[in-house]
Every structure is written in C-alpha cells, then in structure tokens.
C-alpha cells in the first residue's frame, strides 16, 4: 500500500509548499512529512511499514499557509479496505475553503 497527496493553493494557483502533514491509522500517529516544492508527499508512509485497512486520518497544517484563515487544520479521515493498493488523496485549500477527493 502507498498513501500519497497532493496540497493546491487554489487562492494563488500555486502547489502549497513547505506544509506539514501528519498521517494517522486511527487514534496513532504513523508519519509525518512536509509537502516539497510541488505540493507533494509522494509516499507518506515510512519504508517497511505494512498497515492493515482500516480508517486513516490526514491532518494538514493550514495555518502555515493562512495564518488569518478560518481553517487552521484540515483533518481529512478515509478508509482503506485493499492494503495492495495506492491512495491519493489531494487537497484544495484557500484561506476559507478546502475541498478534497480521491485521485489516482
């Protein structure tokens, strides 16, 4: 299984760089990383790591970005039911929104 994501800055068009993002298989904490120059966290989870399905939480840092924002985090939880596979899950914010979907 791969978890990736992708973070636009829909109010200047530009990908959302530099931003922290936490990863989480239920309640735990199982990675961190910062989105590069791109926007991107390529492979969120740590090299040998093998969850099982189950629910997992992404938590963005948005006030990084938009300190006078409304939305100070994004937590977007999904559920992972096939372990072979790769999930992308990116995120369009601006300074009073965010949508996300399921990518590929």
Not at 7 to 13: C, E, K, M
Not at 60 to 79: H, N, T, W
């Amino acid at each position: 299984m791969t978890i990736s994501t992708h973070v636009l800055d829909t109010a200047a068009g530009k990908p959302a760089s530099h931003m922290a993002v936490r990863l989480f298989q239920a309640d735990r904490e199982i990675a961190r990383a910062f989105t590069d120059a791109d926007g991107r966290c390529p492979s969120l989870l740590p090299p040998g790591t093998d969850p099982a399905p189950g629910v997992f939480r992404l938590l963005f840092d948005v006030a990084s970005r938009f300190p006078d924002g409304f939305y100070p985090e994004v937590s977007v939880s999904f559920l992972i039911r096939d372990a072979t596979t790769h999930y992308h899950v990116p995120l369009l914010i601006s300074p009073f929104g965010y949508t996300t979907y399921r990518g590929s």
